[in-house]
């Protein structure tokens, strides 16, 4: 935008010139993402620890009389809060990796910056995290797939209490819609000898009133949201390392290694 080469506008100037070869520095697509993948992991890790907490209080009061009936629920529930606790480090280290290879790499192709320049060694990094990332993306493809099922379970538990309600408004009966029920077993979240297993009319009408039920619905509606918000940041990668990873190669084949 200005005429940085004449050396009186230069001096004018200060350290313009510095800080516009250092913005021009800052690999923004890495950076976006990695702002991305921190967020939608804090939302999925911190929500989804809640939400399992809050399920395990609403199966073991409405929906199962016998402790032994949801023991695998619970154990399952809590290895997958110390997954939690894994994914969390790992994305939070993957990031910065990441971002520190978004930033290598646009040293390596501004050489104006330093005697910096692109390695074999380098190129077989950024030839590595590619692969990694692809595959991380596949397999939280999956997870935001599975996420989805608690979601559609209380929201499929929110419209039968709903129902439930414009029945006990239009009919004299207080039995006419007590056939109505939500069955956990049917979720794979309890056996299917669980006791009593499903809640019916009233009942499930009144669950759906407690606040329990709705912090749990919107803390799985959050942790849905930070795995999709994470899925979006991990295809912003592959796209940003697979450019990072091509321009090396033409800097390899231009000789500058």
């Avoid at 993948?37 to 073991?60: D, I, N, P, R, W």
């Avoid at 009389?65 to 997954?83: G, M, P």
């Avoid at 104006?112 to 596949?138: K, P």
């Avoid at 009408?205 to 509606?221: G, N, P, Q």
């Amino acid at each position: 935008m200005f005429p940085v080469r004449q050396p009186w506008l230069c001096k004018a100037l200060g350290c313009y010139d510095s800080c516009i070869r250092c913005i021009g520095a800052v690999p923004y697509p890495s950076l976006v993402a990695t702002l991305l993948c921190y967020t939608g992991m804090a939302l999925f890790c911190g929500c989804g620890h809640e939400a399992l907490s809050q399920t395990e209080v609403l199966v073991e009061t409405y929906f199962a009389r016998n402790a032994q009936d949801f023991a695998v629920l619970a154990s399952f529930i809590e290895y997958f809060q110390y997954v939690i606790y894994g994914l969390a480090s790992f994305f939070f280290l993957y990031g910065i990796c990441l971002l520190a290879e978004g930033f290598y790499a646009s040293s390596a192709v501004k050489q104006s910056f330093g005697e910096f320049r692109s390695t074999q060694c380098g190129r077989c990094l950024s030839l590595t995290f590619i692969i990694v990332t692809y595959i991380l993306a596949f397999i939280w493809l999956a997870v935001f797939a599975l996420s989805a099922i608690p979601v559609f379970f209380l929201f499929n538990m929110e419209q039968t209490c709903h129902n439930i309600n414009i029945l006990a408004e239009t009919t004299p009966s207080i039995n006419q819609h007590g056939w109505i029920c939500m069955d956990a077993r049917q979720y794979g979240l309890l056996p299917w000898n669980a006791m009593p297993g499903k809640s019916c009319g009233m009942t499930l009408a009144s669950i759906c009133k407690t606040s329990e039920f709705y912090v749990t619905y919107d803390l799985y509606i959050a942790a849905f949201a930070g795995a999709g918000i994470t899925l979006l940041a991990l295809f912003v990668y592959m796209i940003a390392t697979t450019y990072n990873y091509a321009v090396l190669r033409f800097l390899g084949r231009k000789g500058i290694r």
